[in-house]
Nanobody, 123 residues
Framework: QVQLVESGGAMVQAGGSLRLSCATSKLTFSRYTMGWFRQAPGKEREFVAYKSWNSSSVSYADSVKGRFTISRDDAKNTVYLQMNSLKPEDTAVYYC????????????????WGQGTQVTVSS
């Protein structure tokens, strides 16, 4: 079945950087818009970024604009999230997800999800 596996989460100091990866299998990757979401303790899962199947459309949450960059490598069936200038409020479990939807900023549009990777930013 379709699998999405995140990696790269870690504990880092404020101001630091991390790059998350999400490797997919059994997915026609080039046909799916890929997104990143995050969920902090006691909070709902929130949209972080997405990049459309043909890379023509990219969107970021206001809270991460200018600091995070989503990219995809269709040859490797992998999506990345480069996170710079990390803040303590970025602490969360980060999930990648795949969707064929035209409105990919809501989690309910996504059909496939990874298991998540923990990012902890200390002050």
């Amino acid at each position: 079945q379709v699998q999405l596996v995140e990696s790269g989460g870690a504990m880092v100091q404020a101001g630091g950087s991390l790059r998350l990866s999400c490797a997919t299998s059994k997915l026609t990757f080039s046909r799916y818009t890929m997104g990143w979401f995050r969920q902090a303790p006691g909070k709902e899962r929130e949209f972080v970024a997405y990049k459309s199947w043909n890379s023509s459309s990219v969107s970021y949450a206001d809270s991460v604009k200018g600091r995070f960059t989503i990219s995809r490598d269709d040859a490797k069936n992998t999506v990345y999230l480069q996170m710079n200038s990390l803040k303590p409020e970025d602490t969360a479990v980060y999930y990648c997800a795949a969707t064929g939807s035209l409105s990919p900023t809501t989690q309910y549009a996504y059909a496939y999800w990874g298991q998540g990777t923990q990012v902890t930013v200390s002050s």
